[in-house]
């Protein structure tokens, strides 16, 4: 059994900063990725920022220069700085990890970003 918490979401003014933080736990050899999705009210989940074991980043362009993505493996634990948020990053945030070997995928419950005008 596999569990992510995920947190940090919130209700910000535009050009505000949150920080989403995704811990997991349970049944855990190694954790492959780490990444974030998003979905906004009436649109499809899509994917922000994904970070390899090795470090390794990519981000969806909407994220690029603006969000950071983190991870602190003895933690087991992936953290999402967002900067210079906009309105349009108004969504429900899901984190996910791919694991190792097997590479099952196990997703968090979402966390609410808000960003106001």
């Known amino acids: 059994q596999v569990h992510l918490v995920e947190s940090g979401g919130g209700l910000v003014q535009a050009g505000g900063s949150l920080r989403l933080s995704c811990a997991a736990s349970?049944?855990?050899?190694?954790?492959?990725?780490m990444g974030w999705y998003r979905q906004a009210p009436g649109k499809q989940r899509e994917f922000v920022a994904v970070?390899?074991?090795?470090?390794?980043?990519n981000y969806a362009d909407s994220a690029k220069g603006r969000f950071t993505i983190s991870r602190d493996n003895a933690k087991n634990t992936a953290y999402l700085q967002m900067n210079s948020l906009k309105p349009e990053d108004t969504a429900a945030y899901y984190c996910?990890?791919?694991?190792?070997?097997?590479?099952?995928?196990?997703w968090g419950q979402g966390t609410q970003v808000t960003v106001s005008s």
């Open positions: 996910y990890i791919d694991l190792f070997p097997g590479g099952r995928r196990y």
């Open positions: 349970g049944s855990i050899l190694a954790i492959n990725f």
């Open positions: 970070i390899s074991n090795g470090g390794t980043t």
